[in-house]
């Protein structure tokens, strides 16, 4: 019963979220939180720096993923130190890899993709798992399609959350409504996005501000939850091998499948290199598909939960929420003009 419960609480509160992020984000207010001032450019006006929603959310899906992953991996009686090594390991091989990847791809200096980044992971986990046994002893060591179930999962779940971001900042947009079929347009007539703002991706970009567009952003976070959700039932219920490869399937085969509805710059060609990617990981998880690794193995989610509610677990957690924001949320693609009066009626 304790894993019903865990589940639904997670679908309240995501889903609880996402009826909101959903009507609320695409509007203009919901992209700069905050602004810094740093230089004074004369006597009245000084440069600002923007701190964006976008930074906000993408620290939530961070933290959630590395929360998740500490539940899981608790719940199957990982030691928290090598849970804490894996993760930075993972966390210092994917961050780099959302621009390099987007750079190599699109050509541009001031972007991420977590589609990059996820394959790189994905590529990479393995061999991550190989090395932290290695050095954190066999005592403690990571079994391998538990670990990337739990990976999967957690990736799951960050980009069902993360994808508000998106919605925040008006990038990973789906093609003027008017552009799709017929059907389409029938399905989808009184449930898409209309992004208002000049700064928004989806204006300076291809024009689209103010125009119906299809909501692929919500589509994937909706999905995404879901299977995160299913596949930790899954987890929780000893099948880790099915939970590993729905997950991968399902997230990546949506990536691939999503991108006939995206209308932002994927790069060159009619297939993508995301799409390559997203297909090439379906295969990879295919390969490393096991289903007799894990079969002794079992999972007490009340273990994983009690893992991560340790003091040292949550400042973990919280330097993890920090660096993101501090990454994502200092907005490289927009500027400010700060301006400061007194109000003379208040002196």
């Known amino acids: 019963m304790e894993n019903e419960i865990f589940i639904v609480i997670i679908a309240f509160i995501f889903y609880g979220l996402q009826a909101w992020g959903f ?7 919901w992209q700069i939180m905050a602004t810094i001032p740093l230089r004074k450019i004369d006597s009245d006006r000084w440069d600002g720096l923007n701190l964006t929603y976008y930074g906000v959310f993408s620290a939530h899906a961070y933290l959630v993923s590395v929360a998740m992953m500490v539940v899981l991996f608790g719940s199957i009686g990982v030691d928290v130190k090598t849970t804490f090594v894996f993760i930075v390991v993972m966390l210092a091989l994917c961050l780099p890899m959302a621009r390099i990847v987007a750079i190599v791809v699109e050509k541009k200096a001031h972007t991420r993709t977590v589609g990059g980044a996820v394959f790189v992971g994905t590529m990479l986990a393995p061999l991550a798992i190989v090395a932290v046994n290695n050095v954190m002893g066999a005592v403690e060591s990571i079994p391998m399609i538990p670990a990337m179930a739990a990976l999967a999962i957690s990736y799951s779940l960050g980009e069902g959350l993360g ?27 009184a449930h898409n996005f209309i992004f208002s703002g000049k700064t928004k991706k989806i204006a300076y970009e291809s024009g689209l501000d103010g125009e119906r567009v299809f909501p692929v952003q919500a589509i994937t976070s909706g999905l995404f939850t879901a299977v995160g959700l299913f596949c930790t039932y899954l987890f929780l219920n000893g099948y880790y091998a099915v939970s590993f490869l729905f997950a991968v399937f399902v997230t990546q085969g949506w990536r691939a499948l999503s991108e006939i509805f995206r209308a932002d710059y994927r790069g060159e060609g009619r297939v993508s290199v995301y799409q390559i990617m997203a297909v090439a990981a379906i295969v990879y998880s295919f390969i490393l598909w096991d289903w007799s690794e894990t079969s002794h193995i079992a999972a007490h989610i009340m273990e994983g939960i ?32 700060i301006s400061f009066h007194v109000h003379g009626n208040r002196v």
């Open 23 to 29: 009507k609320a984000l695409p509007d203009e207010r």
């Open 306 to 337: 009690h893992t991560v509610w340790q003091p040292d677990v949550m400042l973990f957690l919280l330097l993890v929420w920090l660096g993101i924001f501090l990454h994502t949320g200092c907005s490289k693609v927009t500027g400010s003009t």
């Open 163 to 189: 994808r508000l971001a998106c919605i925040s900042f008006g990038c990973c947009y789906g093609r003027a409504l008017s552009e799709c079929s017929p059907l389409v347009q029938r399905l989808f007539r």
